[in-house]
């Protein structure tokens, strides 16, 4: 730990027990009448990570201590200790101090409640004016160093857990910036490519369709400003995918993400569907919260699984379903960001959805002259080939995507790989299209 959070975390201590020796102060002094503000924050070393921060967004003594306190269940539990106080009258903890206990750790999780008790005691107008920090618009949240985690519906929203993000803590604590990976909190991976722009190959209807998007990304705030209709379009902007499989969809996402400088997080759909009402919805309410301020291309593949088409309501399960499209619907169109979803079949996708698609690209199979293209990609050492490969024959003759080519590409390599050879033969890609075809059903 660097000496500008060992200084932070002291300086939090100081502030606990001058609150809780204010609360359960038995007369009215001078000293009781003290505000917490007296106790200064120390001074940060603007080259740490933490200390960065700070300065980077401004903020001051309330931030500053709501986040130490965030951060208190990982660097000093103990100091944490006190708010495990049971209240003697009741036999039971003070509910002014919220938390809560988590399935293993046995210390005190701070909450909102927690913050405030420290922020503001029995100050009830204090207390009213801290809760502002707790909105999502508020800086903390805003950039994601600090989430809450909300308990059950109906619950006060001041039980919510107080929780430091992953990303930050990493930061604060190693000086390493790792972007969000998949968790179980974080149902998303970022999606990268050895690719380039140039080895994308498509028919010129997708390409244009896709340099749209593209100019959409690069020139959105011309088209809102400059042509004046911005009041009348949302900032975001929604694509939908769709072809057989193997066809580019997933590359093309990932690509556009290369070209323009976004992270392209793929979302796992197996982890965000739950079985348990109102688990899907808040699977999901976390990806768009964590990519509602960043740079990011949110990508949802086999799409159909989540944003299928809604069913008649005949018993809890049909109702509970439809009601996670509609959320999904609301989300996707409020989100200010890029939202790419992917389908096989367009007609698989709620059709309310493909209403508000900004664009729906279609990814045929290659033609031959792709084909080839796609042939020469994957070959591009010409070494590798025997003098009597000729790709020409088997780009016209196999009508097979570039998802398809690749894996006969793999199958061919290893076939010369197993007999010590050197280099690719004929009989290898044709053994390799074999197996490819068959797959799909197919006879060579």
């Given at each position: 730990?660097?000496q500008?959070?060992?200084?932070?975390?002291?300086?939090?201590?100081?502030?606990?027990?001058?609150?809780?020796?204010q609360?359960?102060?038995?007369?009215?002094?001078?000293?009781?009448?003290?505000?917490?503000?007296?106790?200064?924050?120390?001074?940060?070393?603007?080259?740490?990570?933490?200390?960065?921060?700070?300065?980077?967004?401004?903020?001051?003594?309330?931030?500053?201590?709501?986040?130490?306190?965030?951060?208190?269940?990982?660097?000093?539990p103990?100091?944490?200790?006190?708010?495990l106080?049971?209240?003697?009258?009741?036999?039971?903890?003070?509910?002014e101090?919220g938390?809560?206990?988590?399935?293993s750790?046995?210390?005190?999780?701070?909450?909102?409640?927690?913050?405030?008790?420290l922020l503001a005691?029995?100050?009830?107008?204090?207390?009213?004016?801290?809760?502002a920090?707790?909105e999502?618009v508020?800086?903390?949240?805003?950039?994601?160093?600090?989430?809450?985690?909300?308990?059950?519906?109906?619950?006060?929203a001041?039980?919510?857990?107080?929780?430091?993000?992953?990303?930050?803590?990493?930061?604060?604590?190693?000086?390493?910036?790792?972007?969000?990976?998949?968790?179980?909190?974080?149902?998303?991976?970022?999606?990268?490519?050895?690719?380039?722009?140039?080895?994308?190959?498509?028919?010129?209807?997708?390409l244009?369709?896709?340099n749209?998007?593209l100019?959409w990304?690069?020139h959105?705030?011309?088209?809102?400003?400059?042509?004046?209709?911005?009041?009348?379009?949302?900032?975001g902007?929604?694509?939908?995918?769709?072809?057989?499989p193997?066809?580019?969809?997933?590359?093309?996402?990932t690509?556009?993400?290369?070209?323009?400088?976004m992270?392209?997080?793929?979302?796992?759909?197996?982890q965000v569907?739950?079985?348990?009402?109102?688990e899907?919805?808040?699977?999901?309410?976390?990806?768009f919260?964590?990519?509602?301020?960043r740079?990011?291309?949110?990508?949802f593949?086999?799409?159909?699984?989540?944003?299928?088409a809604?069913?008649?309501?005949?018993?809890?399960n049909?109702?509970?379903?439809n009601?996670?499209?509609?959320?999904?619907?609301?989300?996707?169109?409020?989100?200010?960001g890029i939202?790419?979803?992917?389908?096989?079949?367009?007609?698989?996708?709620?059709?309310?959805?493909?209403?508000?698609?900004?664009?729906?690209?279609?990814?045929?199979?290659?033609?031959?002259?792709?084909?080839?293209?796609?042939?020469?990609?994957?070959?591009?050492?010409?070494s590798?080939?025997?003098?009597?490969?000729?790709?020409?024959?088997?780009?016209?003759?196999?009508?097979?995507?570039?998802?398809?080519?690749?894996?006969?590409?793999?199958?061919?390599?290893?076939?010369?790989a197993?007999?010590?050879?050197?280099?690719?033969?004929?009989?290898?890609?044709?053994k390799?299209?074999?197996?490819e075809?068959?797959?799909?059903?197919?006879i060579l």
């Amino acid at each position: 730990m660097n000496q500008n959070l060992t200084d932070e975390i002291e300086w939090c201590k100081a502030v606990i027990d001058m609150r809780f020796s204010q609360y359960f102060s038995a007369d009215d002094s001078e000293e009781k009448k003290l505000q917490v503000e007296m106790l200064a924050p120390p001074e940060l070393d603007e080259s740490s990570p933490y200390g960065r921060v700070v300065t980077q967004f401004g903020f001051g003594f309330y931030e500053r201590l709501v986040m130490a306190l965030a951060l208190l269940p990982h660097l000093c539990p103990q100091a944490l200790d006190a708010f495990l106080l049971n209240n003697r009258t009741l036999g039971r903890p003070y509910t002014e101090f919220g938390g809560w206990h988590g399935k293993s750790h046995s210390g005190f999780l701070p909450t909102c409640e927690t913050a405030l008790f420290l922020l503001a005691g029995n100050d009830i107008e204090k207390r009213l004016k801290m809760m502002a920090m707790f909105e999502t618009v508020a800086p903390l949240f805003v950039e994601r160093i600090l989430q809450l985690e909300y308990g059950e519906p109906g619950e006060p929203a001041n039980s919510a857990a107080l929780r430091i993000s992953s990303e930050y803590l990493q930061y604060f604590t190693t000086g390493v910036r790792n972007k969000p990976d998949f968790s179980m909190h974080f149902p998303a991976k970022l999606i990268t490519t050895n690719l380039q722009w140039d080895d994308l190959v498509l028919c010129e209807d997708t390409l244009d369709d896709i340099n749209q998007l593209l100019t959409w990304i690069e020139h959105s705030d011309v088209v809102l400003d400059d042509f004046g209709l911005r009041k009348n379009l949302k900032r975001g902007y929604r694509a939908l995918f769709y072809g057989p499989p193997g066809t580019g969809k997933t590359l093309t996402a990932t690509l556009i993400g290369a070209k323009v400088g976004m992270d392209v997080y793929r979302i796992d759909l197996s982890q965000v569907i739950s079985k348990y009402i109102g688990e899907t919805e808040k699977n999901l309410s976390n990806i768009f919260d964590q990519a509602e301020h960043r740079n990011w291309i949110l990508f949802f593949d086999e799409a159909d699984s989540l944003f299928g088409a809604r069913t008649q309501t005949s018993n809890s399960n049909d109702r509970a379903a439809n009601q996670e499209i509609s959320y999904l619907l609301q989300r996707v169109e409020d989100f200010p960001g890029i939202v790419i979803l992917a389908s096989n079949l367009k007609s698989n996708i709620d059709e309310a959805f493909s209403r508000r698609f900004q664009n729906a690209i279609y990814f045929p199979l290659p033609e031959p002259e792709e084909r080839m293209r796609l042939w020469s990609n994957i070959f591009a050492k010409k070494s590798v080939l025997a003098d009597d490969v000729d790709l020409n024959i088997f780009a016209e003759k196999y009508e097979l995507a570039g998802g398809a080519l690749t894996n006969v590409a793999r199958y061919a390599a290893l076939c010369a790989a197993q007999e010590n050879r050197k280099k690719i033969c004929n009989d290898d890609i044709v053994k390799a299209l074999a197996k490819e075809l068959h797959k799909e059903g197919k006879i060579l």
